[in-house]
Every structure is written in C-alpha cells, then in structure tokens.
C-alpha cells in the first residue's frame, strides 16, 4: 500500500515563502510522474507543478517563476518550494503519484494521494 506523507504547510505573509515535503513510502522512481494540487474552500483541486521520471516538469501558468518542483530519490521524498507567496495561494496542498502516465497536472491521472497540508498566506 503506496503511502504519501506531505508536511511544511503552515501560515505567512504575502511575499514570503514555503517548502512543502511529501515523503512516499515506496520508492519515487517507480512512479511515472508526481505532482501537487491544491484546493481552496469552495474550489474545485486543481494542478499545481508536476515532475516526471526523467525530472522534467511542468506549472500551471500561476504559479510560474515562484514555484519550484523538485525530488530527491535517497529520501523518496517531493518538494514544492514556494516563493513570494501571495493570499491566493491559500489553500490544502496535496501530493500525488502515478504509475501509468508521464507528466500531466489532471486528477485522472494520478492513482496515489496524500491526506494534505494547509497553507495560509495573509496579507
């Protein structure tokens, strides 16, 4: 049973930043690809970053030049590095992995969820 633990969530303000972990209990480099979502109340979850195999990544347009998507295969863990954070930006932060299909930012895609993290930008 595939485990994914996420954690780094908490409250800033705008403009400062978090690094959000998500650390999987079986090895990252048999999934296909992960990524994080994210949902604000009253939302729909929606992409947020997702990482491949081979590294490569790909971001929605909002988050774009603030955010940074990243893995290390010794701790099976994922990260989302999160920069001049804005109030927008508020919302649970889920992780997530696939072992079907390469990098995509769609629910659909992806068999393994965490239990999420909160994150709250005031401003």
């Known amino acids: 049973q595939v485990q994914l633990v996420e954690s780094g969530g908490g409250s800033v303000q705008a403009g400062g930043s978090l690094r959000l972990s998500c650390k999987s209990s079986g090895y990252i480099m048999n999934y296909r690809a992960m990524a994080w979502f994210r949902q604000a109340p009253g939302q729909e979850r929606e992409g947020v970053a997702s990482?491949?195999?081979?590294?490569?990544?790909a971001y929605e347009d909002f988050v774009k030049g603030r955010f940074t998507i990243s893995k290390d295969r010794a701790k099976n863990t994922l990260y989302l590095q999160m920069s001049s954070l804005k109030p927008e930006d508020t919302a649970m932060y889920y992780c997530a992995a696939g072992l079907e299909n390469g990098l995509s930012l769609r629910e659909k895609e992806y068999a393994y969820w965490g239990q999420g993290t909160q994150v709250t930008v005031s401003s």
């Open positions: 990482t491949a195999m081979m590294s490569d990544t």
